[in-house]
């Protein structure tokens, strides 16, 4: 079973960069994709872009283009997520998942559709 785990969260001060990690075990990525979702308090869990882990292929919500980047290195089965300029409403608690089957843009923003998710890295922009 595949297995998620995210690291780099911290606490960062406004118009700083950070790169958050998704590493995942227990089984190969090839025919995945990654999800990047997040969460702020007391609001509903948002999704911020996806990786096709085969080909590299990325697809972002609209209110994530530009200030997010996601890669992954495929030897090191570890995804990443590169976020620039932070601003205060970036704080929440940022989520990897994985998704077995291929998606219109219309679905991959769906939560329901990934089958295995990490345990979250705590992101606090301070300003």
């Known amino acids: 079973q595949v297995q998620l785990a995210e690291s780099g969260g911290g606490v960062v001060q406004s118009g700083g960069s950070l790169r958050l990690s998704c590493a995942v075990s227990?089984?190969?990525?090839?025919?995945?994709?990654m999800g990047w979702f997040r969460q702020a308090p007391g609001k509903e869990r948002e999704f911020v872009g996806r990786?096709?882990?085969?080909?590299?292929?990325?697809y972002y919500a609209a209110s994530a283009k530009g200030r997010f980047t996601i890669s992954r290195d495929y030897a090191k089965s570890t995804g990443f997520l590169q976020i620039d300029s932070l601003k205060p409403e970036d704080t929440a608690v940022y989520y990897c998942?994985?998704?077995?089957?291929?998606?219109?843009?219309?679905?991959?923003?769906?939560?329901?559709?990934?089958?295995?998710w990490g345990q979250g890295t705590q992101v606090t922009v301070s300003s």
């Open positions: 990786i096709r882990w085969s080909t590299g292929a990325t």
């Open positions: 227990g089984g190969t990525c090839s025919s995945y994709a």
């Open positions: 998942a994985a998704d077995r089957s291929y998606r219109t843009v219309q679905a991959m923003g769906v939560s329901s559709h990934y089958d295995y």
